[in-house]
């Protein structure tokens, strides 16, 4: 029961991460010197992704343990689908991390490092959003 | 007048650009080394069998994902050490520095955490 929660947790989390991910894709395109909300809002994008992925790593276990086998045995498809979440997850949060630092440290000059930074975060937010699809469609195969 | 996106004015202005490409470096580095090393597994194994990814560890991702980020952190620490460097001529001796001083102990924790915790 409480793999099924921790489950439904991370996929919230990684829904909510898919949609933060765009406001600071949005709020830095144009390179402009960061207000006290932008830097909430990146701070906070960047807790709501490591939150997504450690629940992620931390069901993991388990997940192999219990559920894995019953998915490829389903399917081979969905069971390889679900490897490359895995292996697109970890680009999210080396993405957004990157990303997030970058742009919490970049001085008010540099609006070229700010720029970079909102390319970075829409291409987390995009491969974000291939996650979330992905692992809504694993999930809707077999759970824990 | 320069068309640079980055101007730098004072040393700790470029330190915080130097700061903010390697980071940069890092979210773009950490992830080819991760398809770095799923080609390298891939082209050692040939093609993949559903049967050993069903037998697979667990800790294989771990490992590969914390690989992945320590070179990515290495590459990092490249691209401040010459971002933040005024002249080329410390550029090495400052490389060399910092990568032993955050890489090498980190290499050092990662290795020992992967005998420990195969």
């Known amino acids: 029961m409480i793999w099924r929660v921790l489950e439904s947790v991370h996929g919230h989390f990684g829904v909510l991460a898919a949609i933060a991910l765009l406001h600071p894709a949005i709020l830095l395109r144009r390179g402009l010197p960061l207000s006290r909300g932008a830097r909430w ?8 992704t490591a939150l997504a992925f450690g629940f992620g790593v931390g069901i993991y276990e388990h997940y192999r343990e219990t559920a894995k086998r019953a998915i490829f045995v389903e399917s081979q498809t969905i069971g390889f689908l679900f490897e490359t979440k895995e292996h697109l997850g970890f680009a999210v949060m080396a993405l957004a991390l990157g990303a ?19 390319l970075t975060y829409a291409a987390a937010a995009m491969l974000c959003a291939v996650v979330v699809a992905l692992g809504t469609l694993v999930a809707s195969t077999q759970g824990f | 007048m320069s068309k ?22 890092f979210a773009l580095g950490a992830p080819f080394a991760y398809v770095a090393q799923r080609v390298f597994e891939r082209a050692r194994s040939g093609p993949t069998d559903p049967l050993l990814v069903v037998f697979d560890l667990h800790t294989s991702f771990y490992w590969r994902a914390s690989t992945a980020a320590w070179w990515g952190v290495v590459l990092a620490i490249a691209a401040y050490a010459f971002a933040a460097q005024p002249s080329a001529s410390t550029l090495r001796h400052r490389l060399t520095r910092t990568l032993g001083i955050v890489a090498l102990p980190l290499a050092f924790a990662l290795g020992l955490a992967m005998w420990r915790m195969p």
């Not at chain 1, 809002?41 to 709501?48: A, F, P, Q």
């Not at chain 1, 997030?100 to 909102?118: E, F, K, M, N």
């Not at chain 2, 004015?9 to 980071?23: D, F, K, M, V, Y």
């Open chain 1, 41 to 48: 809002s990146i701070g906070l994008t960047t807790l709501v």
């Open chain 1, 100 to 118: 997030g630092i970058a742009a919490l440290v970049a001085p008010p000059s540099a609006v070229g490092v700010r720029r970079a930074c909102a």
């Open chain 2, 4 to 25: 640079s996106p980055i101007k730098r004015s004072s040393p700790i202005e470029t330190r915080r650009i130097a700061i903010a490409l390697g980071a940069l470096v």
